[in-house]
């Protein structure tokens, strides 16, 4: 892994090629829209391989990777003993349909690390962690309301898609199509850090709330950190109303340090969601919580919930040994003091660019959003200048530097990333800030 890249070969010819024969079988040629060029022009890399903090396109091209699987791959991409488990977990068969002790240990290893999740299931996806954790807090509750904020995403499940944060708004969509109005009645969106518009709601529909759910440091917007007082309130707000907090930790957990951002900001959700990180880059996410509440999914309660590939084998042991090699004792510390270099560097880079800017950042999670700070919420995110984003997006992308292509969303450091990494990154803002002025 040398530190100087060669130069990258725009034309990409190969991956055009394969992205327009993905055109034709593949809905926009993604299985993800935030995977889409739409925003920054151009068609998506098609990507060949990843190793430690770069990967590769069809065209052999070399990139710095601050997307990391959209913040899953922590350790890096094919990090050795990750791998060397996947492989041995893959000769003794991938799938059973039937508990393994490897679900135990994963489920006993987050436990010990976040004691207020008492017990947890695991599913496959983000996703269907937050939608069963907001089923099991309405049953919980007996009620049908959710309190969600602007700009942060739960994932795609319906309850959760207005104003949802980077994929949506990227593509302009405000309100999803498909999603039944009755439902989508039973969603409201609060501003971000406006704990007076929660408090609002409370009064407004007493009785009626089951939870307020809630990433405890919003990540999906661009980098949005919480303000003092913030989560606290919720928890006394959630407390006093009878409602449950629902933290969604799919990005944060185990993202700071060995356990959940809660930890670090001094607040207890009832419900926790998790999952990029602690699948170790394979499908695995996990809600969990009191065992008072947990006990009402089936089959020790009627709160229905499965899944065929839940727990999965292969999922649990790249779990397993992600989180194995997280807690080695440094490795956090050394992540977040390099994050601070990198970002205390990215500050001063853009200070002197003259071009308008602010950088949000919370130890390997960043954005550089292009407006004049601060920025508080989602109406603060969205005065950035996105053309400007996918001008900046490109400059860096013929630098070698793969960065998210939507301005609201982070950048993810990983534990792979290198001093040299970074001085080269920060060299290429610095380039990259200076061609938008000419
Ligand atoms: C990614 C994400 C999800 C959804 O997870 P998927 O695995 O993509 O379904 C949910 N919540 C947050 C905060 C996320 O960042």
Request: net charge neutral; with cysteine; glycine share 10%.
């Amino acid at each position: 892994m040398g530190t100087a890249k060669a130069a990258v070969n725009r034309e990409r010819r190969k991956s055009r090629e394969i992205f327009e024969r993905g055109e034709k079988v593949l809905v926009g040629g993604v299985n993800s829209p935030v995977r889409a060029f739409r925003s920054v022009g151009g068609d998506p890399l098609v990507m060949e391989r990843g190793l430690g903090a770069r990967i590769y396109d069809a065209d052999g091209n070399e990139y710095l990777d601050y997307i990391g699987s959209w913040g899953a791959m922590l350790l890096g991409h094919a990090h050795p003993a990750v791998t060397a488990a996947i492989v041995e977990q893959a000769q003794r068969g991938t799938s059973y349909g039937a508990t393994t002790e490897l679900e135990v240990e994963l489920a006993t290893r987050i436990t010990r690390a976040v004691p207020f999740i008492e017990k947890i299931r695991f599913v496959s996806s983000g996703t269907e962690a937050t939608m069963s954790a907001l089923r099991l807090a309405r049953a919980f509750t007996k009620r049908d309301l959710v309190v969600k904020f602007e700009g942060c995403y739960h994932g795609h499940a319906d309850s959760f898609l207005s104003q949802a944060g980077s994929g949506l708004a990227t593509l302009g969509i405000a309100a999803c199509p498909g999603v039944p109005q009755a439902l989508a009645e039973l969603t409201l969106n609060a501003p971000y850090n406006d704990l007076n518009a929660v408090e609002r709601l409370f009064a407004l529909h007493s009785g009626k709330i089951a939870a307020v759910i809630v990433e405890p440091i919003a990540a999906n917007m661009g980098v949005v950190q919480p303000e003092a007082g913030f989560l606290p309130g919720l928890r006394e707000l959630t407390r006093k109303n009878g409602a449950l907090l629902i933290v969604d930790e799919v990005i944060t957990g185990f993202r700071l340090h060995f356990g959940a951002a809660q930890t670090l900001l001094g607040v207890e959700g009832d419900l926790t969601t998790m999952g990029k990180i602690i699948g170790g880059g394979l499908p695995a996410a996990a809600y969990g919580g009191r065992a008072e509440i947990m006990n009402l999914v089936a089959p020790l309660g009627a709160v229905y919930q499965a899944g065929t590939l839940a727990g999965n084998p292969l999922a649990m042991r790249a779990g397993c040994a992600t989180l194995e090699a997280l807690s080695a004792p440094g490795k956090y510390e050394a992540l977040n003091a390099l994050a601070e270099k990198f970002v205390t560097e990215l500050r001063q880079v853009l200070a002197k660019s003259g071009v308008p800017g602010h950088i949000n950042a919370q130890g390997s999670l960043a954005t550089l959003f292009f407006c004049d700070g601060p920025v508080r919420n989602y109406d603060d995110a969205k005065r950035s200048d996105t053309a400007r984003y996918a001008n900046f997006f490109r400059e860096m992308l013929n630098r070698g530097i793969f960065l998210s292509p939507a301005q609201f969303e982070a950048m993810f450091l990983s534990m792979a990333h290198t001093p040299e990494d970074i001085a080269a990154t920060v060299a290429a803002v610095r380039e990259s800030l200076q061609a938008l002025r000419t």
